[in-house]
């Protein structure tokens, strides 16, 4: 019965990793009228796109360039960006994240520019090995904060060619194949994760990182038949409301009230509960980056 109920936890977390894979948004491109070449007598036709929350918006960068740039003034040298409602997005944070820190509506509108491009606000993407290089980069960063890198340092080139390339193509049982191994230590048994990678965003705010540990040690008073001076050591974990208490010791952002609405916090657009242990989270809801990206927001973006 035990081997049972593990088995069909298994399943119900499974169906969590695949959701979170699954889950999209659909976009509305439409380029800058005011960077349209003089001698265009129609405005563009927008391109709408169901686009994955997991993904990076770069990694689109080529198709909207082929779709838009004949129609602008861009010169070779000038560089793609994009935004929404005047805000510059950054093409290193999960459309997820995007869409829960800027998005109001669906489609989302987003904005293609060619020209004028933020220097002060965003950093330069040219082709896909920025993308990539960022990506892997952040797994290591994940995989150092739960295992001390013990994992990544075993991985082949074919495991991190496996994992690029089921990202990239939305292939998540290819992605899952390899990442799974950041779920376990070293040799390959299940244990808590030394520290929880972790991002929270809060617009016009930096991104705040912290350590935290999946479990921490508690006493516990012994047995009636032991002296009552003797402690045991017990191990609690930690919760999503740990985890925000270290951003805001007094939850206050959830209270907050006369001209401040309360504001709530989400992971891949949902209010997740603050009992949830961080442990679960980490393993279930974290993006392909192995990172949970917490957003704080109105209600009315969630």
């Given amino acids: 019965f035990k081997n049972g109920r593990q088995k069909l936890r298994m399943s119900e977390d499974d169906s969590v990793k695949k959701e979170v894979?699954?889950?999209?948004?659909?976009?509305?491109?439409?380029?800058?009228?005011?960077?349209?070449?003089?001698s265009i007598k129609k405005t563009p036709e927008p391109c709408y796109m169901l686009v994955r929350r997991v993904t990076y918006f770069s990694m689109f960068y080529e198709k909207l360039e082929k779709l838009f740039a004949k129609e602008t003034s861009a010169v070779v040298g000038d560089e793609m960006w994009l935004s929404s409602e005047e805000i510059p997005l950054k093409w290193h944070y999960?459309?997820?994240?995007?869409y829960d820190l800027y998005?109001?509506?669906?489609?989302?509108?987003?904005?293609?520019?060619?020209k004028n491009f933020p220097e002060d606000e965003l950093l330069h993407c040219q082709g896909s090995e920025p993308v990539k290089t960022y990506f892997v980069s952040k797994l290591?960063?994940?995989?150092?904060?739960?295992?001390?890198?013990?994992v990544f340092k075993e991985?082949?080139?074919?495991?991190?060619?496996?994992?690029?390339?089921?990202?990239?193509?939305?292939?998540?049982?290819?992605?899952?194949?390899?990442n799974k191994k950041f779920m376990l230590n070293s040799r390959s048994v299940s244990e808590p994760f030394k520290s929880i990678p972790f991002c929270i965003y809060r617009e016009g705010q930096p991104v705040f990182q912290k350590l935290i540990a999946s479990v921490v040690a508690q006493s516990a008073a012994a047995d009636n038949n032991k002296e009552a001076d003797v402690q045991s050591q017990l191990q609690?974990?930690?919760t999503l409301e740990d985890l925000l208490r270290l951003y805001d010791s007094n939850l206050s952002f959830i209270q907050e009230s006369g001209e401040h609405c309360p504001l709530v916090h989400v992971i891949h657009g949902i209010e997740v509960p603050l009992s949830v242990p961080l442990q679960w989270l980490s393993e279930n809801m974290s993006y392909p980056d192995n990172f949970l990206h917490i957003c704080i927001v109105p209600p009315k973006r969630n």
Wanted: glycine content about 6%.
């Fill in 103 to 114: 998005g109001n509506h669906l489609p989302w509108n987003i904005t293609v520019h060619f």
């Fill in 155 to 178: 991985l082949t080139q074919e495991d991190t060619a496996l994992l690029w390339h089921g990202f990239l193509q939305d292939q998540y049982s290819e992605f899952w194949g390899v």
């Fill in 236 to 238: 609690r974990k930690q």
């Fill in 21 to 38: 894979w699954d889950g999209k948004i659909p976009v509305c491109f439409t380029v800058d009228d005011r960077e349209l070449s003089s």
């Fill in 140 to 150: 290591k960063e994940a995989d150092y904060l739960k295992h001390k890198l013990e």
């Fill in 94 to 98: 999960p459309v997820g994240v995007l």
